[in-house]
């Protein structure tokens, strides 16, 4: 007798060793992606294990600056960590948890790692919040022209008056003034809400009298316009 040939093994499947199962992975959720520079030791990759994404996020908005140099030190290894992620999906009106993590690095004064969450692990969409802070983080390290990159882009993308002022300001940080002074002319006949603020930071960067007030809360963007007319804050 002749024994039959062996049947072909099945190249669809993949072999496994005896007793060891295997299992297709779905899509990377990229909200917790390893931003640590390189040779810092990082927490443990399942910390996040059997925490519930709603309650991780409401945490993540409690983290802000400290007095203790140990607690922040902690808190932006947690942050920059690499993770699985909890499952689960972000509200469609909120805030990613990617997004959630840079903001919480920002607060604590970690721009580098707030910048390479954005960078390294964006999510392949576009999303405005995230793109505005990525622009605020840019004049915050003095890269004006990066920032000014982003807010061209972000121009095809987005249609309110954030972008507006903020294209205006990036006409004046390149010396553009006529441009500028026409964009806010046109900005105001189109009834936009009065931001005496903006106004003041505009006519010093034209180089027009303006007198700050003290009290005032400038971001990054708006202190970097002031100091265009070389005042002092």
């Given at each position: 007798l002749v024994a039959p040939p062996a049947a072909a093994p099945d190249r669809d499947v993949p072999s496994s060793p005896a007793g060891i199962g295997a299992t297709a992975l779905g899509s990377l959720d990229p909200s917790w992606g390893d931003a640590l520079p390189k040779g810092e030791p990082a927490l443990p990759?399942?910390?996040?294990?059997?925490?519930?994404?709603?309650?991780?996020?409401?945490l993540l908005a409690l983290l802000g600056p400290t007095a203790s140099p140990a607690?922040?030190?902690?808190?932006?290894?947690?942050?920059?960590?690499?993770?699985?992620?909890?499952?689960?999906?972000?509200?469609?009106?909120?805030?990613?948890?990617?997004?959630l993590r840079a903001q919480a690095l920002t607060r604590i004064g970690d721009l580098a790692g707030a910048r390479a969450v954005l960078d390294n692990f964006r999510a392949g969409k576009h999303d405005e919040a995230g793109?505005?802070?990525?622009?605020?983080?840019?004049?915050?390290?003095?890269?004006?022209?990066?920032?000014?990159?982003?807010?061209?882009?972000?121009?095809?993308?987005y249609r309110n008056v954030w972008w507006d002022q903020a294209n205006i300001s990036c006409q004046l940080l390149s010396g553009d003034r006529d441009k500028a002074a026409l964009a806010l002319d046109v900005l105001h006949d189109r009834d936009a809400p009065p931001d005496p603020l903006f106004d003041?930071?505009?006519?010093?960067?034209?180089?027009?009298?303006?007198?700050?007030?003290?009290?005032?809360?400038?971001?990054?963007?708006r202190v970097t316009l002031w100091a265009a007319g070389k005042r002092p804050l």
């Amino acid at each position: 007798l002749v024994a039959p040939p062996a049947a072909a093994p099945d190249r669809d499947v993949p072999s496994s060793p005896a007793g060891i199962g295997a299992t297709a992975l779905g899509s990377l959720d990229p909200s917790w992606g390893d931003a640590l520079p390189k040779g810092e030791p990082a927490l443990p990759s399942d910390m996040w294990q059997g925490t519930p994404r709603g309650t991780l996020r409401s945490l993540l908005a409690l983290l802000g600056p400290t007095a203790s140099p140990a607690l922040r030190a902690l808190t932006r290894r947690l942050l920059l960590s690499g993770a699985a992620a909890p499952s689960g999906a972000d509200p469609a009106d909120a805030p990613s948890l990617l997004l959630l993590r840079a903001q919480a690095l920002t607060r604590i004064g970690d721009l580098a790692g707030a910048r390479a969450v954005l960078d390294n692990f964006r999510a392949g969409k576009h999303d405005e919040a995230g793109d505005r802070l990525r622009i605020e983080l840019a004049f915050a390290g003095n890269d004006t022209a990066g920032a000014c990159e982003h807010v061209a882009a972000g121009l095809a993308l987005y249609r309110n008056v954030w972008w507006d002022q903020a294209n205006i300001s990036c006409q004046l940080l390149s010396g553009d003034r006529d441009k500028a002074a026409l964009a806010l002319d046109v900005l105001h006949d189109r009834d936009a809400p009065p931001d005496p603020l903006f106004d003041v930071l505009v006519a010093a960067a034209s180089g027009q009298g303006a007198k700050l007030d003290k009290r005032a809360t400038l971001t990054p963007s708006r202190v970097t316009l002031w100091a265009a007319g070389k005042r002092p804050l």
